[in-house]
């Protein structure tokens, strides 16, 4: 079975500093794709960044970066530079098969994340 | 249209009656996905769709729970004599493929359902 663990129910950031939301996974599917989604109070859900479970390198994209550390099953968010309007819930989730074959889509808890001025 | 569509953005209805729930996803899309998301909780997944085919319908709360894809577009989700518990926002969303590479979900704007 596929299991998504987010810790931090939620997190403060001063403004312009770098902040590390947490995401740890678990699957017997050798392979998959992880993601974050940000959803701000308008409940909208964006796609922010992807990494395959067979890429080598950490995604990156603008002032958001993947630290994946296959071994150790986790897949942090880091983000640079935060502003204020990274203020939003956010969302890990990971796409994979479960036993019988079947795509499965699983989302963690969320962490809402408040950048401060 | 540009981005995946939902109707109706909100839903009020009585305990016991039957809703349904439409999605628009993007053009060419070949999967969609079907979401719950409680209120300050996340995403549940009910079901997915491969062009028209639902392989999988494990994910769906109970047996009042059906949907169907229609010409590998438009998505009805129905629920029977909802209760007060199927209260939630239903989110849709779309991609290209399924499979665990890098096509990422499109989400539409939801439908906030109140079962009074």
Known sequence: ??????????????????VTLDCTYDTSDPSY??????????????FLIYQGSYDQQNATEGRYSLNFQKARKSANL????????DSAMYFCAMRGEDSGGYQKVTFGTGTKLQVIP | GAGVSQSPSNKVTEKGKDVE??????SGH????????????????????????APDKSGLPSD????ERTGGSVSTLTIQRTQ??????????????????GNEQFFGPGTRLTVL
């Open chain 1, 33 to 46: 794709g992880l993601f974050w989604y940000k959803q701000p109070s308008s409940g909208e859900m964006i």
């Open chain 2, 84 to 101: 007060q518990e199927d209260s939630a926002v239903y989110l849709c969303a779309s991609s290209l493929a399924t499979g665990p590479g």
């Open chain 1, 78 to 85: 880091v983000i640079s530079a935060s502003q204020l309007g």
């Open chain 2, 64 to 67: 009042r729970f059906s949907a």
């Open chain 1, 1 to 18: 079975a596929q299991k998504i663990t987010q810790t931090q129910p939620g997190m403060f950031v001063q403004e312009k500093e770098a």
């Open chain 2, 21 to 26: 729930l439409r999605c628009d996803p993007i």
């Open chain 2, 30 to 53: 070949t999967a969609l996905y079907w979401y719950r998301q409680s209120l300050g909780q996340g995403l549940e997944f009910l079901i997915y769709f491969q062009g028209n085919s």
